[in-house]
Nanobody, 117 residues
Framework: QVQLVESGGGLVQPGGSLRLSCTASRIIFSIYAMGWYRQAPGKQRELVAI???????NYADSVKGRFTISRDNAKNTVYLQMNSLKPEDTAVYYC???????????WGQGTQVTVSS
């Protein structure tokens, strides 16, 4: 059974930083595009950042310049460094692994990020 386990969420003040991690098991991590999504209360899940197998990245406009996605294929882990956090970044953040051209698509259980003073 494929598992994606997120960690690193929590409560942070506006302007602060957090680093999310997602470690995958039982997949060939290096061949999967890895992404971070988020879902705020009452809103649809939205893409935050994604990194292809060749390390090409794409970000939501709302996080460009503040968030950075990275991956360590040796550790089967993808990261999301979040800086200059705003209250509107408050959401449950989900890790996603997608094998391009296939139906193989996996999600983590989510980690809560709350930005509040």
């Amino acid at each position: 059974q494929v598992q994606l386990v997120e960690s690193g969420g929590g409560l942070v003040q506006p302007g602060g930083s957090l680093r999310l991690s997602c470690t995958a098991s039982r997949i060939i991590f290096s061949i999967y595009a890895m992404g971070w999504y988020r879902q705020a209360p009452g809103k649809q899940r939205e893409l935050v950042a994604i990194m292809s197998t060749s390390s090409v990245t794409n970000y939501a406009d709302s996080v460009k310049g503040r968030f950075t996605i990275s991956r360590d294929n040796a550790k089967n882990t993808v990261y999301l460094q979040m800086n200059s956090l705003k209250p509107e970044d408050t959401a449950v953040y989900y890790c996603n692994a997608h094998l391009t051209g296939s139906t193989k698509d996996y999600w983590g259980q989510g980690t809560q990020v709350t930005v509040s003073s």
